[in-house]
């Protein structure tokens, strides 16, 4: 096993780096950077039969934020800090066109071993069975399956999905392992209370990976217009995701055991952020935003930083997985600190 080969249940990776899917996973162009970026793993912008979604992606819009919630330019300048609020909708391609893209894609991953991952979002469960079935037959190796996307309650009726109920995620999963050889990894809602339970109900219904957690949801209001920035609520994330994933990857391998392989996405910038979500329990990670927004340099940085960071502590990606989430404790656990919250208030307050 090489430095930052890691296994997502029967697959391997050669690192734990997933370019995940957003608009720079329309085009060839886009795949086939990402693939010779060096990622472990490329999934395709993901699709699905409703017209309204891919309609959605005709009227999307993008602003790059920054800490003081103004609009800064996009590019690979970008500062990592940047924050990106989206209202995004499915790959234009009608599916015929989708699958033969994927299987292009494919042959060209497997010459870099790289895994090409299609991705389908849920719109109507018997469509997602039928799209399976043909991802399968035409020999593709894995299945992402997204039914925990940001915007169910914002876009068009039945577009998309977001899935919060542990029952539900259980049986949209098992609808689809029934049917399908090939493992498939269940992309899940971070609009969730209880993601650690999704995750379980994912994974006991025989998903091989639970994908943890989409993005949450924001309204920016602009203070010059006085209007929702975008016209809307939209899809919300940024660097600052990261210790709130890393959270629930560490609940969810508490609750569903090691064994299971989690893969980590929202939030993560760089190679330090994979290593991070790896400690908390990720066997694998996604960066969408930050490809997006910099370019595909930000993978090749991520698995250089990632290396780097391996090589100096002495160990493998593999071995990073989950130490973090094993040695945390509960508030019971610590030791009482004599006065210590007095040094974090204004004097007067001492
Ligand atoms: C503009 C945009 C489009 C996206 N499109 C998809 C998509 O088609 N399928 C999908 O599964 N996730 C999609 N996502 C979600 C990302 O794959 C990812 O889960 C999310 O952005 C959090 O990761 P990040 O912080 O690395 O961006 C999209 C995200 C953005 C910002």
Redo the contacts with the bound molecule.
Sequence with gaps: MTRLETRIGQMRLKNPVIA????HMITDGGLRAAIEAGAGAV?V??TNENIAAKAQLRA?E?VALDSHWSPVSWGSQADPATM?L?R?G??PLGFENWLEQCLTHDRIARAHDCLLVP?L?LADLDHAIEMALAVQQAGLRVL?F?IG?PYAREAANGAVTTETAAERVAMLTRALTDRLEIPVWV?LTGQSNDVPQLARAATEAGAQSAIVA??LLGMLPDLNTQKPMLGTSG?F??FW?LPLTCHWLALCRAMIGSEVPLIG????TGGHDVARAMLAGASAT?????V?LRGFNVIVESIETLDTYCQAKGTTAAELIGRAADARKTFADMPELDAHWQHFVPPQSR
């Design positions: 995940a899917p957003a608009e999934v912008k993901s999307a993008y990106i989206s995004s499915l790959h991705s979002v992402e997204n996307t992309k989409g993005r899809g994330g940024g995701n996405i929202n939030g993560i996604g960066l969408a935003s930050a997006m």
